[in-house]
């Protein structure tokens, strides 16, 4: 665990060179570093390069499966909402964290629901999750 510890260091300062939010991320298998990311939402332009996501994404990559139910992530911060849901969809069990997240956003979102005037998508979707399930 110390061990991990010093690597979400190294990656939080890598974080903190390129101007970005110090956060970083470790999955591990087995007791084995399988990714590791570091929040890269100002290098890269792109709001969704959270450390978790990135790391999720860098996992499933190696594993070649999106099921890391095996997996253990460690991250500096408690995951926001976006990676929380990433995190289950991705049915990673158990979540390490060092810091709560305060952060509260502020961003009201305004949802208006479109007319399926033939209920195309409504048949679409269901038939594929009947199927599915």
Known sequence: MKNYYEILKKLNKLALKNNDIPVSCII????????????????????????????IKKAAKKLKTYN?????????????????????ISKIKKVYYILDQNKIVNNKINYIKLNDDDNYFYKELTNFFKNKR
Not at 78 to 88: F, T
């Open 68 to 88: 890391l139910i095996d997996c253990q992530l460690y991250t500096t911060l408690k995951p926001c909402k976006m990676c929380e849901e990433v995190i289950k």
């Open 28 to 55: 591990t298998k087995n007791n084995k570093i399988i990714s590791k990311s570091y929040n890269k939402r100002v290098k890269d332009n792109n709001p969704i390069n959270h450390a978790e996501i990135i790391a």
